[in-house]
Structure formats: structure tokens, C-alpha cells
């Protein structure tokens, strides 16, 4: 039996060889999910926001996109990781809330969140391999170490696996 290791909101952990990292209720957050296949490390985070620059108490740096990713791949190199051997798979970035008018570009935090995720994984050359991101709903993950599989959990949109 896997171990299962919960990653909260505003979290982030890794892990090598066995276990699952899991994270509940990813509405707008993202949940990016790190893999190094040969050394079956994998690292999870449950960000809430787009960027630590824009906030003044940023000492969460599980919390933001930029500080996240460089957080797991720090941790995740230090687990024998190799940087350009890493791939990722994202999930969330929804949209909970109806919105009308221009407050809609600023409030739709899940979008934004998608959006930063992408650009960070980009400006550090990790391809981004399955994406289950925007709608309506919220997302439970589960990112297993030993094979890099993803399985996004949805109420009423089933399950998928990136």
C-alpha cells in the first residue's frame, strides 16, 4: 500500500520511489505536479496566487507560482532529481464564480493562476506534458511517484488521468 501524503492549500512536498502526494479541493489554485521519471521523484504544490512580487507578505513561497516551482525544484534536485529530465503536469485554474463585465479579467484568479503556471514552467524549460485545467468545478488530485500517473477526481465531470 502506497503511502499518501496530503499536500494542503498553500503546500507543497516532495517525495521519491512510493507514495502519492494528494490534494483536495483545487478550485482556482493550480496543483503542479513535478516528475523525474528515472528517479521517480515527484513533486507536488497547491499554489494559490499568480506571483510573489505583487504581494507583501510573501514568506509562503508554497503559496505563489514563481516561488513555488523554484521551491520544488530545489527540493526535487536535492532528491537526485535532474532538472532537464523534469516534466510537469498541471491541474485546476477554474473559474468558481460567475463574473460580469471588465471585474471579470481581474477576479478570474483561475486563469491567471493557469496562465503564471505556464510562464514559470516555461522560463525553467519544463515541458508541461497533461494539462486538466479551467472550467467551473473543483479538482481532488492524486500524483503517484511510482509511475508519474495523475488522477484529477471531479463531482460530476468524472475522472481523469494525465
Known sequence: MDRVVK???GDLKVIAE????VSLGLGSCVGIALYD???????????MLP?????????NKAKFVDTAVECLLELMIKMNAKKERIIAKIAGGAQMFSLKGSASEVLNIGE?????TIEVLRQHD????????????????EFHAADGK??????????KIL
Open 126 to 141: 519544463i515541458p508541461i506534458v497533461a494539462q486538466d485545467t479551467g472550467g467551473n468545478y473543483g479538482r481532488t488530485i
Open 18 to 21: 512510493d507514495g502519492v502526494l
Open 51 to 59: 506571483s510573489s512580487k505583487l504581494i507583501k507578505n510573501n514568506r
Open 37 to 47: 521519471k528515472a528517479t521517480k521523484t515527484a513533486g507536488l504544490a497547491h499554489i
Open 7 to 9: 499536500v494542503g492549500m
Open 112 to 116: 491567471r493562476n493557469v496562465q503564471a
Open 150 to 159: 495523475l488522477v484529477v477526481r471531479t463531482i460530476g465531470h468524472g475522472v
